[in-house]
């Protein structure tokens, strides 16, 4: 059920979820299942990676194309039926040290015994020309996603780091060519990512080279690229990856209450928990994780079974598989 700020805030929940992508509402599935008094707050419908994502095709048991926001609002809709609450508000701090746990946002101040950080991570903020109108329309930031959708295409890729090298290896499986637009005059990867995309034939790799624009009207036709010291030029591809300056985990708003990392990134162990007792974080503000729906699902599932073993008095949160 979604609830007003002031209504929320009259109750100390059994768990406080904070954001509502596939992480957050699954999370919320599982303990407003296990009849655990569930409040979720979130940012709105159409404010997560999932909402961005326009034509979903690899969410097991869904064959059928579906948007992002619609597989969220499905998500809503049963955790609602389980007897989730979900408020709209931007949470802006955090007391995760006192008893019961604590958030405040824009509108309310909200309790509970126990937190599941599920905020996922940001996009950029610059974009390059043309990207905006073109996105689901050959720019994409996914090629685990799309990149079956380029079979014997031409693409291009921009970034340089683990994530966009990896992500044009595997669009090796589907195009005919990958460019691979690199602003820097060296790759930035793991030694073994950097050797297995030197010795891949079909990547061609642009170093020193800046993506300056997508073009197309309907859909990609090109991109605009200037190697450092030339001439501007047009490389011909139907689809674009991008990964610039990467995305940052949306975790803020916790201070210094638990450690992050310099990219932002929470630690958590097998049972998704953090350092602080009864805290849980899940989804793509993790690092050094698969950024699918289907993980971080997967993700908010792990986290509540802890939280539930946490509220019961168990004092180690061990995963069934140990
Ligand atoms: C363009 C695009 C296409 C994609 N396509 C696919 C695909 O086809 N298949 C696939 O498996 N994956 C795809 N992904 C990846 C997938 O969307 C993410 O891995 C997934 O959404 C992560 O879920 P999450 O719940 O961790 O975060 P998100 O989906 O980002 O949800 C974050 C939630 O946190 C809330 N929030 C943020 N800050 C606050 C705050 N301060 N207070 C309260 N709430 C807050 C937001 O409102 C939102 O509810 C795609 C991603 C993008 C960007």
């Known amino acids: ?12 929940y059994d768990v406080l979820i904070i954001g509502a992508g596939p992480a957050g ?9 296990a009849e655990l008094s569930t409040l979720v ?9 999932a909402s961005m994502a326009e034509r979903i095709v690899n969410y097991p048991g869904i064959p059928d194309e579906l948007t992002g926001d619609e597989l969220v609002r ?17 949470i802006l701090t955090t007391d995760l040290e006192s008893e019961p746990n604590s958030a405040s946002g824009n509108q309310g ?5 126990s937190v599941i950080i599920a905020t996922g991570s940001m996009g950029r903020g610059e974009q390059v020309d043309g990207e905006e109108d073109l996105v ?17 295409q031409v693409v291009a890729v921009a970034g340089n780091h683990n994530e966009a090298i990896e992500e044009a290896m595997l669009l090796t499986r589907f195009a005919r060519e990958v460019h691979l637009l690199v602003q820097t005059p060296e790759l930035r990867a793991d030694s073994h990512l950097i050797e297995e995309i030197t010795a891949e034939d079909r990547v061609t790799i642009h170093l020193a080279t800046r993506l300056l624009e997508v073009l197309g009207d309907d859909e990609v036709t090109a991109v605009r690229i200037r190697p450092r010291g030339q001439e501007e030029r047009t ?19 916790v201070g210094d209450q638990l450690e992050r990392n310099d990219a932002g990134c929470l630690q958590v162990g097998a049972m998704m928990e953090t350092a602080l007792p009864g805290v849980f974080a899940v989804g793509d503000l993790l690092c050094n994780h698969l950024k699918q729906l289907v993980v971080a699902a997967g993700d908010g599932a792990t986290a509540a079974r802890a939280v539930e073993r946490y509220l019961s008095g168990r004092e180690r949160l061990q995963p069934d598989w140990h």
């Open 1 to 12: 059920m979604s609830i007003e700020p002031e209504q929320a805030m009259q109750e100390v």
């Open 41 to 49: 707050v979130h940012r709105g419908l159409g404010t997560g990676a």
């Open 109 to 113: 101040y909200y309790r509970a015994r």
């Open 25 to 33: 509402a699954t999370a919320a599935i599982y303990t407003a299942r």
């Open 235 to 253: 490389l011909h591809v139907s689809g674009v990856f991008i990964y610039l300056q990467g995305r940052r985990p949306i975790t803020d708003f």
């Open 136 to 152: 689901g329309r050959g720019v994409s930031y996914c090629a685990t996603c799309d990149g079956a959708f380029f079979r014997d």
């Open 74 to 90: 499905r998500m809503h809709a049963q955790a609602e039926s389980f007897g989730a609450h979900f408020v709209q508000d931007a």
